[in-house]
């Protein structure tokens, strides 16, 4: 073969490969954008770095027959009591119209088949970050498997999975909360264990964020229950079973650390149970009137919305609401 037909192989003509786009070759243009400035345009723009800045967009999921699990065994559902079915969807509805009300985007689940019975409590399926989202892992057996209805939802709306955990690592969304534009707090406790910490740790350290973990008390819940954000210097916390940890980290960020009259009663835990709208604006649960001063008192404006028969589930408006997208400040 002489040089001539050699060049002509070599270069693509005549059937040969060396030298085209595909193997590197002359048209080949490189990726050169990071994953962060890709979205908005291949993946959808929705982010959060804070608890507190305008909200969105929430992904939610209207419960239906699936919620008959609380008639039969609510202690196996992880339920407190049995649910009127028909009520619930129809509160959880009014719960929508009030996002939609105040401009949030609203995402729901759809399953490709039927529910599970917690499938409504939507934070607890996954969390979201600066650059998209951790895919939770739920510790309670009869929850295992919500996960994936919300990982093709997030799919289809383009939402990122940054994190699917592994291992026996558990997670539940409900856990991790923001305190600035590069740190979380994730609480370690009986939904939550050592081993996702330790992997959502190197998750976010590739990011560029802190992770600072906490140990929550003995017989609660979520991180959640414990500490809410209403505004860039305004923390609500559960008094004397937030952590230590949690308050310190707090002052040190500037924010003014104020706990309501919390007790042991279903009244106080739909009291914590809000979601922050924008600075100082939330959306919280109706008929508590013990706290309406304490969040009047503050100016807070407290948007109102009936679910006491949702709470008959063990959880509110805060678990029913996965956060999608807050403004943030990139």
């Excluded at 003509?13 to 345009?41: C, I, P, Q």
């Excluded at 558990?170 to 910490?197: C, P, S, V, Y």
């Amino acid at each position: 073969m002489n040089d001539k037909i050699a060049c002509k192989l070599q270069s693509g003509k005549n059937g040969g490969t060396f030298g085209m786009a595909a193997y590197g070759g002359t048209g080949w243009v490189g990726r050169e954008t990071t994953h962060a400035d890709e979205l908005g345009s291949l993946w959808h723009s929705y982010k959060i770095d804070s608890e507190w800045r305008r909200l969105k967009a929430v992904l939610v999921h209207c419960p239906g027959d699936e919620l008959e699990a609380s008639t039969n065994s609510s202690e196996e559902a992880l339920m407190l009591e049995p649910l009127d079915v028909g009520l619930a969807a129809e509160q959880h509805t009014q719960m929508c119209e009030a996002y939609h009300a105040h401009g949030v985007e609203i995402h729901h689940v759809n399953p490709k088949t039927k529910a599970q019975p917690n499938q409504m409590f939507c934070a607890d399926q996954m969390a979201m970050t600066p650059q998209g989202a951790i895919l939770a892992r739920p510790a309670g057996l009869v929850r295992a498997g919500e996960e994936v209805a919300v990982a093709r939802r997030l799919a289809d709306i383009g939402v990122p999975i940054l994190k699917t955990l592994t291992g026996m690592a558990t997670f539940e969304g409900a856990d991790l909360l923001w305190l600035d534009e590069k740190t979380a707090m994730i609480g370690r406790g009986h939904r939550t264990n050592q081993a996702a910490i330790d992997q959502i740790t190197t998750l976010l350290s590739e990011i560029g964020c802190d992770t600072i973990a906490v140990d929550l008390p003995y017989g609660t819940m979520h991180f959640m229950g414990m500490l809410r954000i209403a505004d860039k210097d305004l923390a609500i916390c559960w008094p004397r079973r937030t952590p230590l940890a949690t308050v310190l980290a707090l002052k040190d960020r500037g924010y003014n650390v104020v706990c309501p009259p919390c007790e042991d009663d279903a009244e106080s835990y739909r009291a914590m149970n809000f979601v922050t709208l924008g600075p100082r604006k939330i959306l919280a649960v109706a008929g508590l009137p013990k706290f309406e001063p304490f969040f009047d008192a503050l100016g807070i404006e407290s948007i109102k919305v009936q679910t006491d028969e949702i709470s008959k589930a063990a959880g509110n408006v805060g678990c029913l609401t996965a956060v999608l997208g807050r403004e943030t400040l990139t």
